[in-house]
């Protein structure tokens, strides 16, 4: 009888670990979502201030082009992160823009990316990200979405 509680107890405590072991790995998921979502956030942010000191000037305040610039939203004219670097840092191949890689880094140049890329993909209405959300607050980027580095 004895053998019989202490397997019945070890099978329940068998079953609470798994559960609690679940529990803990399904609670880490949501949490590390809410840190992507924090990080791609910042980045855009980033980007949007970087954005409206270099960039506003020629291609407009929402990335939409100008009559110096063109408009980066534009989804047929979607660039990679790669391409996109290479433009900033040495500037157009017609000489309409210039090369920022002496203001830039890569990391800066990189939060400009994500930021025109929402919003070439429409997930960032226009605007400045910190009043564009929910009630006029922070944009929240949706769960699906990442800027595709």
């Not at 798994?18 to 924090?38: H, I, M, N």
Request: hydrophobic residues 40%; aromatic residues 10%; proline residues 7%.
């Amino acid at each position: 009888m004895r053998r019989g509680v202490i397997l019945v107890l070890a099978t329940v405590m068998g079953i609470a670990w798994d559960l609690a072991a679940a529990t803990a790995t399904f609670q880490g998921k949501p949490a590390a979502a809410a840190e992507d979502s924090k990080e791609v956030y910042q980045n855009v942010y980033s980007g949007w201030k970087w954005w409206h000191v270099y960039c506003y000037r020629c291609h407009g305040t929402n990335a939409v082009g100008t009559t110096l610039a063109p408009n980066l939203t534009d989804p047929n004219e979607k660039m990679t992160l790669l391409s996109f670097r290479t433009v900033v840092k040495t500037g157009s191949a017609d000489g309409q823009m210039q090369a920022w890689d002496k203001l830039l880094d890569d990391k800066q140049i990189g939060q400009l990316f994500d930021y025109v890329r929402a919003r070439a993909d429409k997930v960032l209405p226009p605007g400045r990200p910190d009043e564009v959300g929910p009630k006029g607050g922070a944009w929240i980027p949706p769960p699906s979405w990442s800027p595709q580095r």
